[in-house]
Each structure stands twice: as C-alpha cells, then as structure tokens.
C-alpha cells in the first residue's frame, strides 16, 4: 500500500516568509509525527497527534511552529516569519495505535535564503 | 531528558566486512528501541527491540538489546555497497515520542 507523502519536497523561501508543509500519513494510522532533522544531526521531535486527543506540541522550538491534523488525516506544519536556523529537512512519520513502529515519509528539505 | 547516543559517528570499511554499531540510551519509561536505515532522506524500519524480544535477526543484519547495560548493537556481516547510509538508533518511551542519536555513517567501499 502507499506509504507516507510528504509535499513539497524541496521549499526554498526568503527569510521572514511564512511556509507550510504537508504530510498524508498511512491509511488507517491514527498516529502522526512531526520531525526536524538538521544537517548532522538525529532527528528531533516537534509534535505528536493521536486520534482526537489534544496534540503533544512539547518539541515546537518557538510560537512560530505550528500545525494542526484535519479530519484524523492530512497533517500542516506551519512556520511562520521563517528565520535561517529553520532549515532543514521535515520528516513526517504515522504509526498504529499503541505501536512504537513509525513509519517516515520522504521529507521536505526546507532552505531559508 | 531522555538521551541515546551512537557510537561510531562515521565508519569505513571495504565490502565483505563486518560491522557493529552501538547504542546507549538514558531514558525514563523505556517502551522499546528502534533502529532504521537513512539512505537519502526517509529512514526506513529495520528493527524493534522490547523486554520480550531482546534479538531480532534478518539476512545479513542482527541487533541484541542489553537492558542491563541500557544498550543494543547492529552487526551487518558481509557488508554491501548498498549498505552504505546512516543508521539511526531510537528510543520509544511512554510518551510516544521516538528519541533519536546521531546516528552512525556507514561507508562500505568496493
């Protein structure tokens, strides 16, 4: 079956523009996952959703993170007023409920010019 | 805060090598640990660990949790070219979340 989407792939964008990123998780995965991963470094997590229940937001660095999960499904992350330590490569991950197994999508490589 | 750390950074070896990687981790209510596969941008699952499965074993590739030494190790025997790509050892705790090392970069050369 298909896996995780992610889109775009690649975002170039001026610093102090708003972005937004898509991720389509697995079919029927009721988890979904937001990851930073910077040039040499392990990921780094940003914000969890499961099901209805209120998100864990813990690891958004900053107010200018954001996202929201509509409809059990299709997730956003925003980042507003975009500065430079913001690039980097977004990975979106979905996994079943009560499984630790996450499943990545291909990523979006952000670069803030 | 929770922490794993790998060890090798980087490794190079010449095909038909073996190779282990290491992981440490210091976290509060360990679930499971987790390694993948990163060759371009999307890690790829390769194996999960847990007090009931502390062994897991597929092809060339093997990983053993020690939950007494709060450690676990992949060993890839016969290494390929296609082996080649940055391994990343995760941690899942009762938050859900997954933390993530460094991860290890593997160069096999022909």
């Known amino acids: ?113 | 805060e929770d922490k794993v750390v790998q060890s090798p950074l980087s490794l190079v070896v010449h095909e038909g090598d073996t190779v282990t990687l290491n992981c440490s981790y210091e976290v509060t209510n360990f679930r499971s640990l987790l390694w993948y596969k990163q060759e371009k941008k999307a890690p790829t699952f390769l194996f999960m660990l847990t007090s009931s499965g502390i062994e897991k074993k597929s092809g060339r590739l093997s990983s053993i949790l020690d939950k007494k030494e709060l450690s676990s190790i992949l060993n890839i025997t016969a290494t390929q070219t296609g082996d080649s790509a940055i391994y990343l050892c995760a941690v899942a705790t009762s938050g859900s979340r997954l933390t993530f090392g460094e991860g290890t970069q593997l160069t096999v050369n022909p």
């Open chain 1, 1 to 113: 079956g298909a896996g995780v989407s992610q889109s775009p792939s690649n975002k170039v964008t001026e610093k102090g523009k708003d972005v937004e990123l898509r991720c389509d998780p697995i079919s029927g995965h009721t988890a979904l996952y937001w990851y930073r991963q910077s040039l040499g470094q392990g990921l780094e997590f940003l914000i969890y959703f499961q099901g209805n229940s209120a998100p864990d937001k813990s690891g958004l660095p900053s107010d200018r993170f954001s996202a929201e999960r509509t409809g059990g499904s299709v997730s956003t992350l925003t980042i507003q007023r975009t500065q430079q330590e913001d690039s980097a490569v977004y990975l979106c991950a979905s996994s079943v409920t009560r499984s630790d197994t996450q499943y990545f999508g291909p990523g979006t490589r952000l670069t803030v010019l």
